[in-house]
């Protein structure tokens, strides 16, 4: 029966496999057209052409859609759910979706996607188990979400709700990496330029010095003497650099532990650990109400809600209190005993237990912490703005000036 099955399966990959065709023509005007279909066999092609009354002059298979490249990001999950439930709720059914969802996907790589997961609905599994088979791209709250619409009857709903779900937490994550890249980028460029500065350009004043035959200004030598460890040292102090971050990179992707540490450290920081800690809250949050809201229980939500915090520390402190409900608690004490979640929003959660409307008030928690991050980059933004203007000004200019001061003497002398 497996091996059937398995064969059964292999010829609907090999019936449904899709193709990128290009061809060319004249219109009915006797005007030169051309264009590219997607679809399975040269003849879908030419009946297509011939409905909209075109001649066809050739038609080429480009390349097969299970060869092709890219990334598939979440903004392509997103607007796959935003297509599907269109045409779910439009009354086209799920498998013909797939097949038409496909076509208008431009992400290759997310047309091979959505190709399999046709593939896997034809030979008989459900949308959420189709979707279960590639945790990579959907997580655990998507296939939860489209199992509940599939039990309910509401999938179209389910899948809009995944959309805007993905579209807020989205937003909020590109709030929270212009905090953290924004001032890194602009002292990443302040570094290379006075490393360039000692590098290439002090180095030929050295040369017109050494002719001067008197004594260089301190705060000249002192340059000096920082070129020539430039010099000599750039190019391990790279390495070391490149090595560091790598090793990090790697220390936190296979010790939690290392992890854990790491992201307990980055709470800590001023200003920035701020908006790491009300992220995760807002993310917790949104995450917490949409599965609640669609019918998953509360202790499957939650541990739902602990890979969604985008911290190791909440992700601990989340899972905690799944079991502290599990075994009896009410959600917002169980929150408080973890010492990691504002008053406000613990508060809040609570009114909502009580009113029997706790999917309500996570929406509202998650809308007010999501506003705080962005109160609180624009704020970091503006700050960071004229300070860090001052200090590349005083670094650029105190190496441009240090190198002028013995020509500037020289001219006194005169």
């Known amino acids: 029966m497996r091996h059937h099955k398995a064969r059964g399966k292999s010829r609907s990959r090999e019936k449904t496999q899709l193709y990128r065709w290009r061809w060319t023509g004249k219109n009915g005007k ?29 038609i080429r298979r480009k390349s097969s859609l299970f060869g092709g490249t890219g990334r598939i990001k979440p903004r392509d999950v997103m607007l796959f759910s935003r297509q599907m439930s269109t045409m779910i709720r439009a009354g086209v059914p799920v498998l013909q979706a797939f097949n038409v969802v496909t076509e208008s996907l431009k992400n290759p790589a997310m047309r091979n996607l959505v190709q399999k997961l046709a593939d896997d609905v034809a030979a008989g599994a459900s949308f959420s188990d189709a979707l279960r088979q590639h945790p990579r791209h959907f997580d655990r709250l998507f296939a ?13 709903r389910m899948l809009e709700r995944v ?36 590098i290439k350009v002090v180095p030929q ?18 340059t000096i003497a920082f070129s020539e460890f430039a010099q000599a040292y750039w190019l391990p102090g790279l390495l070391a650099l490149v090595a560091t971050i790598v090793a990090i990179q790697q220390g936190a992707r296979r010790s939690p532990g290392f992890a854990y540490r790491l992201h307990k450290l980055a709470l800590r920081l001023p200003v920035i650990g701020d908006i790491l800690d009300k992220s995760a809250v807002a993310r917790f949050s ?14 499957e939500s939650l541990e739902t809600a602990s890979g969604s915090t985008g911290s190791r520390v909440y992700e601990r402190a989340v899972l905690r209190i799944r079991d502290d409900v599990s075994n009896g608690q009410q959600l917002h004490f169980a929150m408080r005993s973890t010492g990691l979640f504002p008053s406000l929003a613990v508060q809040m959660v609570g009114i909502g237990e009580e009113a029997g409307s706790m999917d309500t008030m996570l929406n509202k928690v998650a809308d007010y912490y999501e506003e705080e991050v962005d109160n609180k980059v624009d704020a970091l933004t503006s700050l960071l703005e004229p300070f860090i203007i001052v200090v590349l000004g005083v670094l650029v200019g105190g190496l441009v000036v240090s190198m002028y001061l ?9």
């Open 163 to 198: 959309a805007l779900y993905k579209e807020k937490v989205e937003s909020l994550k590109a709030r929270v990496r212009k905090a953290l890249y924004y001032p890194a980028a602009v002292i990443a460029v302040g570094i290379g330029v006075t490393a360039l500065l000692l």
């Open 30 to 58: 006797g005007e030169n057209v051309d264009g590219e279909i997607v679809a399975v066999q040269r003849g879908e092609v030419e009946r297509e052409l011939a409905k909209q009354g075109i001649i066809v002059k050739s």
């Open 286 to 299: 949104r995450t917490l109400a949409t599965t609640f809201a669609a019918g998953v229980p509360l202790v």
């Open 144 to 156: 939860n979400m489209i199992e509940a619409g599939e039990q309910s009857g509401s999938l179209d």
């Open 205 to 222: 004043f050295e040369s017109l010095f050494q002719g001067f035959g008197a004594e260089l200004p301190a705060m000249t030598r002192m």
């Open 406 to 414: 013995p020509i500037f003497e020289l001219g006194n002398a005169i």
